[in-house]
């Protein structure tokens, strides 16, 4: 059971802007603004595209946006591509551990 | 750029000792700013971080697995590796290792599937 909760999917068209929730507690995403965003295409090692809630590395797409409020962090898309659709996977710090969302699918329609 | 490699069996019986190793190509895994660790897959599920640890050799491990996990570090080598004691069909996944900035998976080996089995 992951210590994260996430939607298991989420759709949407081309251009489209979609939002995926992670659902923690103030122990972990609430209490802390080590919330990360992994993108995973199928078969592949899992990507870092949001870090410390809301910063993005260099070279992710500025179409990706993260927030928080309370104990729920959330990952926005905006103007949905093809190339979007994938797994992504939430994260956040708690007592010295790590803990991941349980992975949201994203299809483009 | 920064690479790392797993490596190690591909299929290990239950109750034994699941073993890994992790080599770091591009950058020192003496570097004071990272921690190093391990995450797992099982086929068709979610993430799971396993541990980490520090160069200096401090560790912090999954609280689930901790009983049965040792990561070690061989900064000689640019090395880290993982041990998975009593294994069992459960912990059939694809092992991830990957560099730390604090807990922020910065960059991640290509994975490598272990299964366990008979």
């Known amino acids: 059971q992951s210590a994260l909760t996430q939607p298991a999917s989420v759709s949407g068209s081309p251009g489209q802007s979609i939002t995926i929730s992670c659902t923690g507690t103030?122990?972990?995403?609430?209490?802390?603004?080590?919330v990360s965003w992994y993108q995973q295409h199928p078969g592949k090692a899992p990507k870092l595209m949001i870090y410390?809630?809301?910063n993005r590395p260099s070279g992710v797409s500025n179409r990706f946006s993260g927030s928080k409020s309370g104990n729920t962090a959330s990952l926005t898309i905006s103007g949905l591509q093809a190339e979007d659709e994938a797994d992504y996977y939430c994260?956040?710090?708690?007592?010295?551990?790590?803990?991941f969302g349980g992975g949201t699918k994203l299809t483009v329609l | 750029q920064l690479q790392l490699q797993e490596s190690g069996p591909g299929l290990v019986k239950p109750s034994e000792t699941l073993s890994l190793t992790c080599t770091v190509s591009?950058?020192?895994?003496?570097?004071?700013?990272?921690?190093w660790g391990w995450i797992r897959q099982p086929p068709g599920k979610g993430l799971e971080w396993i541990g980490s640890?520090?160069?200096?050799?401090?560790?912090y491990y999954n609280p689930s697995l901790k009983s049965r996990v040792t990561i070690s570090v061989d900064t000689s080598k640019n090395q880290f590796s993982l041990k998975l004691s009593s294994v069992t069909a459960a912990d059939t996944a694809v092992y991830y290792c990957?560099?730390?900035?604090?807990?922020?998976?910065?960059?991640w080996g290509q994975g490598t599937l272990v299964t366990v089995s008979s």
């Open positions: 990957a560099r730390l900035l604090t807990m922020i998976v910065t960059h």
């Open positions: 591009g950058g020192s895994i003496s570097s004071s700013s990272y921690y």
């Open positions: 640890i520090y160069y200096s050799g401090s560790t």
């Open positions: 103030s122990s972990d995403v609430g209490g802390y603004n080590y």
């Open positions: 410390e809630v809301s």
């Open positions: 994260s956040s710090y708690t007592s010295s551990s790590l803990g």
